[in-house]
C-alpha cells in the first residue's frame, strides 16, 4: 500500500499561480515508478496533467505545457506541480497518483479543489 497526501488546492484568479504537494508514504526514486497529477472535471474522466518517473523523467499533456513544471524531491517522498498562468479552464479536483510501471499496480491520493475564477 502507498498513501498518498495531497495540500496546496484552493481558489485563485486568472493569471495566478498555485503549488501542489503530493507527499508519498513510500520511496517515489525507484526506477520503474512514476507519481503523477491527474485532474478530473464532474462527469468527466481523469486525465493526466504531468507525470514524473523515479529517475526524474517527465511528461505534460499539451494543454499545460510551458504553464506548469513538475518536480519532486525525493529525500522528503515529495512531488510538486507548480501551476502558472492558471485559466478557469484549469479549474478541476486534483489527484496525486502513485504507480508502478512494470505491474501498471496504482495509488490515488484524496484529491483537492483548485479553483481559477476572477
Known amino acids: 500500500q502507498v498513501q498518498l497526501e495531497e495540500s496546496g488546492g484552493g481558489l485563485v484568479q486568472p493569471g495566478g499561480s498555485l503549488r501542489l504537494s503530493c507527499l508519498a508514504s513510500?520511496?517515489?526514486?525507484?526506477?520503474?515508478?512514476?507519481v503523477g497529477w491527474y485532474r478530473q472535471d464532474p462527469g468527466k474522466q481523469r486525465d493526466l496533467v504531468a507525470g514524473?518517473?523515479?529517475?526524474?523523467?517527465?511528461t505534460y499533456a499539451d494543454s499545460v505545457k510551458g504553464r506548469f513544471t513538475i518536480s519532486k524531491e525525493n529525500a522528503k517522498n515529495t512531488v510538486y506541480l507548480q501551476m502558472n498562468s492558471l485559466k478557469p479552464e484549469d479549474t478541476a479536483v486534483y489527484y496525486c497518483?502513485?504507480?508502478?510501471?512494470?505491474?501498471?499496480?496504482?495509488?490515488w491520493g484524496q484529491g483537492t479543489q483548485d479553483t481559477v475564477s476572477s
Open positions: 514524473i518517473t523515479g529517475d526524474g523523467r517527465t
Open positions: 513510500r520511496s517515489i526514486s525507484g526506477i520503474a515508478t512514476m
Open positions: 497518483n502513485f504507480q508502478y510501471l512494470t505491474t501498471r499496480t496504482n495509488y
